[in-house]
């Protein structure tokens, strides 16, 4: 519902005299046309990260809603560690390789 409130949001006059116009297929201005079932099949095929997801298992006390402890472990789980830039409490500012 969301993605066809933003392309009805997309084609109005404000936001399309601010957008440079392209023929390119990849940029596909025709998506209001698709039904549901043909936007979600869109979506999937164009969908991913352009970041190096970090932080999701950060290394921060239990009572914060924790996935780990100190020592990499997976709370509740035996023999169970994370040891990525999951574990990162914070994002980093430089690329994810550098501190990992």
């Known amino acids: 519902r969301s993605l066809k409130i933003l392309i009805k949001l997309a084609n109005t006059k404000p936001v399309l005299s601010a957008?440079?116009?392209d023929d390119n297929?990849?940029?596909d201005h025709n998506l209001g046309k698709?039904?549901?079932?043909e936007?979600?099949?869109e979506v999937r095929k164009r969908v991913g990260t352009l970041y190096h997801p970090t932080s999701?298992?950060?290394v921060?006390?239990?009572?914060e809603n924790s996935v780990v402890d100190p020592f990499l472990k997976?709370?509740?789980?035996?023999?169970?560690?994370?040891?990525?830039?999951s574990i990162f409490s914070r994002i980093v500012a430089g690329h994810t390789v550098n501190s990992v």
């Open 19 to 21: 957008l440079k116009q």
């Open 25 to 27: 297929p990849l940029l």
């Open 34 to 37: 698709l039904s549901d079932d």
């Open 39 to 41: 936007l979600e099949n």
């Open 56 to 58: 999701t298992c950060s």
């Open 60 to 63: 921060v006390p239990l009572e």
């Open 74 to 85: 997976v709370y509740g789980l035996e023999n169970v560690r994370v040891a990525d830039a």
